[in-house]
């Protein structure tokens, strides 16, 4: 099945602990979530990571739906005070990103995960009002380090980040508004919708 961008509703809300850690829970556990680190993670523990990242002012969490199905999940952060403290030149209007995308739970869409990730870039320059989108995956990631790329990221250089109790060997990266409007995904990027809470 194929994903046409310019039909999907693509909305994002807050993340709620309560509501959300259960189905994170399952996403997280799913070999294509490997590089997050958090397979064995049960939903209560699940429950208290979201919790603070909600409780934290220089972070927020998001649940992506499309065409009402939540879909996917997005933190945002400010990585002059989140994760790249005193390892990323941090400048105003910086924004730290990173997006988990379900697995699919049938017949895959094509061009489904270009579609979103295409348009969470769109949002956190509009509606997130950044300058530049600060990335950090693990440099063994290839298939998000291509995808990166093509939305217009430029890998700066590979640095050693503490990621809960492990140390991650991450490609720092970052994209500016001109570069994702010069790439590849800009023009696959649906119009996204923020609201408050499921309608």
């Known amino acids: 099945?194929?994903?046409?961008?310019?039909?999907?509703?693509?909305?994002?809300?807050?993340?709620?602990?309560?509501r959300d850690a259960t189905m994170l829970q399952?996403?997280?556990?799913h070999p294509h979530?490997?590089?997050?680190?958090?397979?064995?993670?049960?939903?209560?523990?699940?429950?208290?990571y979201l919790a603070g990242v909600v409780a934290d002012p220089a972070q927020d969490g998001w649940l992506g739906l499309v065409d009402g199905v939540p879909t996917f999940y997005v933190e945002t952060y400010d990585p002059a005070q989140v994760l790249l403290t005193g390892i990323h030149p941090?400048?105003?209007?910086?924004?730290g990103m990173h997006i988990l995308i379900a697995p699919p739970a049938g017949p895959p869409r094509h061009g489904l995960?270009?579609?979103?990730?295409?348009?969470?870039?769109?949002?956190?320059?509009?509606?997130?009002?950044a300058e530049r989108v600060v990335v950090e995956p693990d440099v063994r990631n290839s298939a998000i380090r291509l995808k990166n790329r093509r939305a217009g990221f430029v890998e700066?250089?590979?640095?050693?980040?503490?990621d809960g109790?492990?140390?991650?060997?991450?490609?720092?990266?970052v994209c500016t508004r001109r570069g994702f409007a010069a790439s590849e995904l800009s023009s696959r990027a649906p119009l996204v919708a923020q609201e408050r809470s499921l309608p």
Request: aromatic content about 8%; hydrophobic content about 50%.
């Open 33 to 48: 979530s490997a590089f997050w680190g958090m397979p064995d993670l049960t939903p209560g523990e699940i429950r208290s």
């Open 156 to 162: 700066l250089s590979e640095v050693s980040l503490v």
């Open 165 to 173: 109790s492990h140390v991650k060997q991450a490609m720092l990266s």
């Open 113 to 129: 995960t270009d579609a979103v990730f295409a348009a969470v870039m769109a949002w956190c320059f509009d509606a997130r009002s």
């Open 26 to 29: 399952r996403w997280l556990a």
């Open 90 to 95: 941090s400048r105003p209007g910086d924004l």
């Open 1 to 18: 099945m194929s994903a046409d961008a310019a039909s999907l509703d693509i909305r994002l809300i807050p993340v709620d602990p309560l």
